[in-house]
């Protein structure tokens, strides 16, 4: 087989592959009893049929295109391994010459896949964050946790409705005088100062009481996801039964007994300490890390095909519509509720989607300049972890991975982890943490 390879433009490459005779010979006889093996032709035996029954019932043509498609298939593969090139797009496919007894010719025009020049990226620096847990946070977690033990009263009879009160309140709009669907409501409760009615509607009640009826004039935004309300003027109609405040817990022992499983308040915001700490360190451990593989991916030069940038937003996409659907929703209702078409998403997401695959690139390039190897523990682990995530068996996680053909991308996954553990374990003060926390082991 002869393969010449001739650049398109920075990105895509044809190659010309050139077939013997004998091959092509080779694989119409296959291509033969492929057809024979598929088909029930009477007086023959299934796989038995021969070259000359198969023509009168098929057409010599339908012989010759399963015969291209195995040895056409056959020597693309076999041109990449030769040539070294890995395909992130499918070729476009172009006969030359395909006749018995003569060399197929062919031409294969594909994206490959971009080369990657490698910057620094061992001994890098990043900024660690300051993971000190301040009083004002222990006591803003409390004060969240008295919101939500915090009891719903009704407030006295005179008291005027202001921010963070709930109005129990029935309400009716119109536009032009003409009520419109979902418009109403009946003793609904509203809290002021949320932001879930229209601008404007909530800030038109505070300093009125209970028992109060008032017009609510507002204007829909121009983008309101319905489209027949969007930029219209309207009238709501509204009486305020009640107004509800939240009443809080004092921070003593009792409240920490219910709030919690401790006795005092001061076992409390110990236990909070910690809890918080421990999420700090996390928090900052994550953001140095992330911060040096950012370095390491600023640091190559690669020019990524626009293909590749357009396959990972569909994969967003995607991986977007099955989370919707996951809580029982569709991606179309989130798009019309969102006021977006699919394009306008696809564009939101391509900025994303191209540091995704630039960081993907760098990674493997780096696993590539290391050396780096997946071995069958790594991948088992990694099985594991999924399996955990997803509350699976191992065994059934495997199962899926292998029967959709997604082994090799799942150990490219996991050769970019370990790419990505190299460069923090290669940063500068690695060596040094891990002196220090051999210490702290010790003891």
Known sequence: MNVTVNPVDQHKVTLTIEVPAKEVTKGIAQAVKRIAGQVNIPGFRKGKAPRRILEMNFGKDAILEEAFELLAGRAYNEALREQEIVPVSE??????????????????????????????????????????????????????IRNQQAKMVVADKDAKLQKDDFAVIDFAGSIDGKPFDGGEGKSYPLQIGSGNFIPGFEDQLIGHVAGDDVDVKVTFPEDYFVKELAGKEAVFKVHVHDIKRKELPELNDEFAKEASSY????????????????????????????????????????????????????????????????????????????????EALKEEYKANAAENVRADLVLEAIAKEENIQVTTEDMNMEIFTMAQNFG????????????????????????????????????????????????????
Do not use: C
């Open 263 to 342: 006795d005092t308040i001061e076992e409390l915001k110990a236990d909070l300490r910690k809890k918080m700490e421990e999420d700090a360190t996390g928090r900052a451990i994550d953001a140095y890390n992330a911060a040096l593989i950012e370095q390491a991916v600023k640091n190559a030069t690669v020019d990524i095909p626009e293909i590749m940038v357009d396959d990972r937003v569909e994969q967003m996409i995607q991986e977007l519509a099955m989370n919707m659907e996951s809580r029982g929703l569709k991606l179309d209702d989130y798009l019309k509720f969102s006021n977006k078409t699919l």
């Open 392 to 443: 699976a068996d191992p065994k059934e996680v495997w199962n899926i991975i292998a029967k959709e053909g997604r082994v090799s991308m799942l150990a490219s996954s996991v050769a970019r982890k370990k790419a990505a553990r190299f460069i923090i374990e290669h940063a500068k003060g690695a060596e040094t943490a891990k002196s220090e926390e051999a210490k702290e082991e010790e003891k």
């Open 91 to 144: 070729p476009e496919i172009e006969r030359v010459t395909f006749e018995e007894g003569k060399d197929l010719v062919f031409k294969a025009t594909l994206t490959k896949r971009p080369e990657v020049t490698l910057g620094e990226y061992k001994g890098l620096e990043a900024e660690k964050q300051d993971a000190t847990v301040t009083d004002e946070q222990i006591q803003e977690q409390l004060d969240n």
